[in-house]
C-alpha cells in the first residue's frame, strides 16, 4: 500500500480517564494534553493501517483487557465521598479507569485487524458529525450501533475466543443486520430478562434511554433473529464471552439530545457568517458595528434569517437572535473596554 497524503500528521487520540475506551482518528494538527494521550504510527503508516488499529482498540475485547490493567477510579471522589456516596459504583459500569500509555503499549494485538468494520465505522462518523435532520443522525447512529456489534463478536473471533464454526453462527451478514437502538442489543436482551424476571437491579435502561427489550424484535430479519439468539445463548454458556458482553465493555452510544446539538450547530454557524470580513471593513480599516446595525446588514441573506428563525422560533427578529450569539462572544468597540492598561500603553506605542 503506498502512503496517503499527509497521514504524517495523523494520531489516534484517546480519553485519559473514562469509563470505556474511546479512541479516534484525528487527521488534522491538534495539540492534545496529558487528559488526552496519543498514539503515533510510523510515518509509512496508511490510512488503513489506522483504520484497522482504531477497529480493534475501540472493540469490547480492548476495553476488557484495559480494565483488567487499568486503575479503576470509582465512580467518583471528593465531594460525592464526603456527601456519604461510595467511591465505586453501585454498579461495575459506572465505574472509570485511568488509561496510562505505558499500559496501552502492552495491548496484545490479533494476528489480523478489522480493517473493514474499522473503515465503516469511521466513514459514519464522519456522516455523523455533518447530519442535518434528526431523522438522518438517528439512522446513522442506528447503523453504528448495528455494526459496532458485528465488530465486538467478530474480534472475539480473531482472539480465538470463537471458533471457525461458532463464528459462522454469530457473526451476520451485512444485509440481515438492521439498525438497532439501544436496549437490543444481545446483552441487554439478556439483562432485561434478568431484571424481569427479578434475578437483576440496573439503572442501565434508566441512564441511558434504551428500551427494556426482553424479547427478540419480530421486524427484524429471521437470519439476523437467529444470529442475535445464538448470541444470547453464547452469553449465557460461555464463561469468556460473558465476562465481557456486559454493559462495563460495551459502548453506551451516550449523545446530546437532538435539540442541544442542533442549537449549537446552528450558533456556530451563524457566528462565522457574522464574522465575515466584507461586513467589517470598508477599505483597509474595520469598523466597529452594532448588533441592530450588523443585522440590517444581513437581513437580505435568507439563510441567515432561516437559521436565526430555526434557532429561536419563526417569529424570532433577527436582531434579538444576533444579540443573544454573539453575548458571550463579540470584542466591545472602546478600546479602553479590550485592554488593560498595560494593554493600552504598548496600543498607543
Excluded at 8 to 33: M, P, Q, S
Excluded at 164 to 179: F, H, I, M, R, Y
Excluded at 197 to 208: D, I, K, M, P, V
Aim: proline fraction near 4%.
Amino acid at each position: 500500500m503506498t502512503q496517503d497524503a499527509g497521514t504524517d500528521h495523523w494520531t489516534i487520540a484517546f480519553a485519559f480517564v473514562a469509563t470505556n475506551n474511546n479512541f479516534v482518528l484525528e487527521r488534522g494538527e491538534k495539540v492534545f494534553k496529558q487528559t488526552s494521550p496519543v498514539i503515533k504510527l510510523p510515518a509509512v503508516a496508511t490510512e488503513d493501517d489506522h483504520l484497522a488499529l482504531l477497529g480493534v482498540l475501540n472493540s469490547s475485547t480492548a476495553c476488557f483487557w484495559l480494565h483488567q490493567v487499568s486503575h479503576n477510579k470509582g465512580e467518583g471522589g471528593g465531594a460525592r465521598v464526603e456527601a456519604g456516596y461510595a467511591a465505586m459504583g453501585s454498579e461495575a459500569w459506572k465505574n472509570s479507569y485511568e488509561f496510562a500509555g505505558a499500559r496501552l503499549e502492552q495491548f496484545p494485538l490479533p494476528e489480523t485487524l478489522p480493517l473493514e468494520f474499522g473503515r465503516d465505522l469511521d466513514a459514519l462518523a464522519q456522516q455523523l458529525a455533518v447530519a442535518s435532520t434528526r431523522e438522518e443522525d438517528e439512522r446513522i447512529r442506528g447503523q453504528m450501533i448495528a455494526l459496532q456489534e458485528e465488530l465486538d463478536w467478530d474480534v472475539y473471533h480473531r482472539y480465538g475466543l470463537l471458533t471457525d464454526q461458532q463464528v459462522t453462527d454469530l457473526v451476520a451478514e451485512s444485509a440481515s443486520v438492521p439498525n438497532l437502538h439501544l436496549g437490543e442489543r444481545a446483552f441487554e436482551i439478556v439483562i432485561a430478562r434478568r431484571v424481569a424476571e427479578g434475578t437483576l437491579q440496573t439503572e442501565w435502561f434508566s441512564r441511558f434511554g434504551g428500551r427494556q427489550t426482553t424479547e427478540i424484535p419480530k421486524e427484524w430479519p429471521e437470519d439476523y433473529r437467529r444470529v442475535v439468539e445464538r448470541r444470547i445463548e453464547v452469553i449465557e454458556s460461555n464463561r469468556n464471552i460473558g465476562l465481557i458482553e456486559r454493559p462495563e465493555c460495551k459502548r453506551r452510544w451516550q449523545y446530546e439530545p437532538w435539540e442541544v446539538r442542533e442549537a449549537r450547530r446552528l450558533t456556530t454557524w451563524l457566528l462565522g457568517r457574522c464574522e465575515e470580513r466584507s461586513l467589517w471593513y470598508d477599505g483597509g480599516e474595520p469598523r466597529p458595528m452594532t448588533v441592530n446595525r450588523l443585522a440590517d446588514r444581513l437581513r437580505a441573506d435568507a439563510k441567515v434569517v432561516a437559521a436565526a428563525r430555526q434557532l429561536k422560533g419563526p417569529d424570532a427578529d433577527l436582531a434579538d437572535v444576533l444579540k443573544e450569539v454573539v453575548a458571550d462572544e463579540h470584542v466591545p468597540f472602546l478600546a479602553a473596554y479590550r485592554y488593560k492598561p498595560s494593554g493600552l500603553d504598548k496600543r498607543a506605542q
